[in-house]
């Protein structure tokens, strides 16, 4: 079946403007992770959302990042006023969240450069 | 000092030989391990999963996770050139949070 779904794949834009960033997980899963892949920093948690829970936003690095879920299903990831250090490879993953399936289903990634 | 600290390499090894991945983590409270392959320019895939301490083997993978030492591995028995990825380990905590904390990947380099 279809998998995780990422839009748009490489994204180019200026210092001081805005992004959005979305995914689309797969049918069914409940859980859903935005993470950030930079050079030589592996995976770094941002946010977390499972099923109608308050998402888990710990990751967050400042208040220009911001998350929602949309009727448990799609999800879009915003930047404001983007900085030369956001970017890098913004990865969105989903979970069935079952017992015993730690499982994550991981998109392509969207490629951000800010200039 | 990084929750969870991993080589990255790169490591170049010939075809055949046996490759050991590992990662060290400080935090005693993981109990759940994974080991993820990323090819270049795609998403993680997940490779392997142990729950708290012991082995798992898959094929020609074997995970191992020792507690004690906060220490796991990746062994990659015969490997092949299509090994070559960047590796990357995961853990969280007993239930209560689905946060995983994701070690920086080892670069692997399977040469034929």
């Known amino acids: 079946g279809a998998g995780v779904s990422q839009s748009p794949s490489n994204k180019v834009t200026e210092k001081g403007k805005d992004v959005e960033l979305r995914c689309d997980p797969i049918?069914?899963?409940?859980?859903l992770y935005w993470y950030r892949q930079s050079l030589g920093q592996g995976l770094e948690f941002l946010i977390y959302f499972q099923g109608n829970s308050a998402p888990d936003k710990s990751g967050l690095p400042s208040d220009r990042f911001s998350a929602e879920r949309t009727g448990g299903s799609v999800s879009t990831l915003t930047i404001q006023r983007t900085q030369q250090e956001d970017s890098a490879v913004y990865l969105c993953?989903?979970?069935?969240?079952?017992?015993?399936?730690?499982?994550?289903?991981f998109g392509p990634g969207t490629r951000l450069l800010v200039l | 000092q990084k929750e969870v600290e991993q080589d990255p390499g790169p490591l170049s090894v010939p075809e055949g030989a046996i490759v050991s991945l590992n990662c060290t983590y400080s935090?005693?409270?993981?109990?759940?391990f994974m080991w993820y392959r990323q090819y270049s320019r795609k998403g993680p895939e997940l490779l392997m999963y142990t729950y708290s301490s012991g082995n798992k083997e898959d094929g020609r993978f074997t995970a191992q996770v020792d507690k004690s030492s906060k220490y796991i591995s990746l062994f990659i028995r015969d490997s092949q050139p299509s090994d070559s990825a960047t590796y990357l380990c995961a853990m969280r905590m007993t239930s209560g949070t689905y946060k995983y904390i994701f070690g920086t990947g080892t670069r692997l380099k399977v040469l034929a």
């Open positions: 993953a989903s979970s069935p969240r079952l017992a015993g399936q730690e499982t994550q289903y």
């Open positions: 049918s069914g899963h409940t859980a």
């Open positions: 935090n005693s409270a993981f109990q759940y």
